[in-house]
């Protein structure tokens, strides 16, 4: 399974982020697409949100309803969404692909900065 990131970048704060990653290659009927992030000087990666093919979406702890995430069956694409970004918003996404195996995107790096 190969998964592509786009979005990211240089956000101010207020701003909106938009963060896609579609995956192909060796799909599975049922499986679950989310993103992580990692913050500077953290060293893991915390769970934003996942979503199932069966739209099951789970948010992490942290999130308090600042984060929105979607999918696109047909185009097995899910995104991420979140308004009001805040400069803790800052760290590195990645995508990550769960069906009977694990699968990590190579990240984007997300900067909210005046």
């Known amino acids: 399974v190969q998964l592509v990131e786009s979005g990211g970048g240089l956000v101010q704060p207020g701003g909106s982020l938009r963060l896609s990653c579609k995956a192909s290659?060796?799909?599975?009927?049922?499986?679950?697409m989310g993103w992580y992030s990692q913050v500077p000087d953290n060293g893991g990666r915390e769970l934003v949100a996942?979503?199932?093919?069966?739209?099951?979406?789970q948010y992490g702890e942290f999130v308090n309803g600042r984060f929105n995430i979607s999918r696109d069956g047909a185009k097995n694409t899910v995104n991420l969404e979140r308004n009001n970004l805040e400069p803790g918003d800052t760290g590195v996404y990645y995508c990550?692909?769960?069906?009977?195996?694990?699968?990590w995107g190579q990240g984007t790096q997300v900067n909210v900065s005046s």
């Open positions: 990550h692909f769960r069906n009977w195996s694990g699968y």
């Open positions: 996942t979503i199932a093919t069966t739209d099951v979406i």
């Open positions: 290659g060796g799909i599975s009927l049922v499986y679950v």
